[in-house]
Structures are given as structure tokens and as C-alpha cells.
């Protein structure tokens, strides 16, 4: 098994293959503790002394913010003031129209 290290804590794994990148050893699977695989999650686990043990000072990594970006924030309002703009031109166009029709005339559109 091959284990990618980073402060001694196991940032990657893999059965089949290599790793690429840096600080990789081949480890002995049987070492493993047996609930390795299922609890995995980067930095979890340390390599002290040729064995796997938990990272007592292991933190849950914060989930990424849900949500708009700043830049999709201000494509929006770009948007939205694009539309605003087509829709007066739309509601003068009408209007245009509408009095050409009142006066009987045809529009060369």
C-alpha cells in the first residue's frame, strides 16, 4: 500500500499504483488500523513510529460556503440592470408604435 505523507500526517492513499507527488512510502497494509479505509479522511491519520494512529489534533475541515461568489453578486446586478434597461426601451418602443397607429401611419421597421 502506498501512503502520501505531509508532517507525517497521511494526506492520500492507494492500493493499486503509486501516488504522485512527494513524501510517498509503501507501507505495510497489515498494519493498518482495520477501520482505516472506512474513516479515512486527509490528515486523520499519523504515521508515528512505522504505525498509523488517529491525529489527536485532527479538525473536521470547515464545509465551502454555499452560496454566490462576489463576482456572480455583481454579474447579477449587471443583469439586472440590463434587463430593466431593455424592458423601458421595450415599454418607449410600444409607445412609439402605438402612436403611429393612432395616427394611421405605417412604421418602416
Do not use: C, H, R
Amino acid at each position: 500500500m502506498w501512503l502520501q505523507l505531509e508532517n507525517d500526517q497521511v494526506i492520500a492513499w492507494s492500493k493499486l499504483g503509486g501516488i504522485d507527488g512527494t513524501d510517498v512510502i509503501d507501507f505495510d497494509e497489515s498494519k493498518l488500523p482495520d477501520d482505516f479505509e472506512e474513516n479515512f479522511k486527509p490528515s486523520f491519520y499519523l504515521l508515528k513510529n512505522d504505525e498509523i494512529v488517529e491525529n489527536p489534533d485532527f479538525v473536521e475541515p470547515e464545509p465551502p460556503a454555499l452560496g454566490p461568489s462576489e463576482q456572480d453578486k455583481v454579474n447579477a446586478q449587471v443583469l439586472l440592470k440590463m434587463a430593466q434597461q431593455q424592458q423601458k426601451q421595450d415599454a418607449f418602443n410600444a409607445q412609439v408604435l402605438l402612436q403611429i397607429a393612432k395616427l394611421g401611419g405605417t412604421a418602416n421597421v
